[in-house]
């Protein structure tokens, strides 16, 4: 269960902390306040990357080298922190002050993040719909990352265009 989120330098937030309670938690402000931002804090720590920009580092307050999302949680007694630093290039994930790749992030909470741009997964293309399937998947079964990842480099070089063999 997340117990506490920390946001600095991410878009409208330049150093806010929340807190989380057992059971259900209601993120309630008006328009522009920052509410999917904190969801979308979450959902780093499901999915590996932010799910509304193109580059993560979209998100960093302008004018700011760094943003910074920190997270803990609570599973029995045992609490884990995780933290991403966003750099204009680069994302850096630790677990436990510990440096680790970004795909062993994938569904270190659990998620399930439906906004009006995944009304996708009813009206569009089957590779939108595989896509949100893949990532439930991996939120679940992290070895399915490295598989994911496996395949589509194999994909990738079964497509890419092959060189004329000389005699």
């Known amino acids: 269960m997340v117990r506490s989120l920390r946001l600095t330098n991410i878009r409208c937030f330049e ?9 259900v938690n209601l ?3 008006p328009n522009g306040s920052g509410k999917t ?10 999915f590996g990357r932010l799910q509304s920009v193109e580059r993560d580092f979209m998100a960093v307050a302008s004018a700011q080298e ?7 949680t609570q599973a029995g007694d ?5 933290e991403v630093a ?10 436990q002050d510990k440096k680790i790749a970004t795909s062993k992030i994938i569904g270190f909470v659990k998620v399930i993040f439906f906004n ?7 009206a569009g293309s089957p590779q939108l719909r595989r896509r949100e399937l893949d990532s439930s998947i991996a ?19 079964r497509l890419a265009p092959r060189r004329p063999r000389r005699a």
């Open 37 to 46: 931002t904190i969801l979308e804090a979450l959902g780093l720590f499901a």
């Open 139 to 157: 939120q679940k079964k992290p070895s399915f990352v490295r598989s994911l990842l496996h395949l589509k480099k194999i994909l990738r070089d």
């Open 15 to 23: 150093d806010a902390r929340f807190e989380f309670t057992p059971g």
């Open 86 to 95: 966003i750099l204009e290039g680069e994302k850096i994930f630790k677990l």
């Open 116 to 122: 009006p741009e995944t009304i996708g997964l009813v």
């Open 78 to 82: 045992e609490h884990l922190g995780a």
């Open 27 to 29: 993120v309630v402000g």
């Open 66 to 72: 760094c943003g910074r999302v920190e997270l803990t």
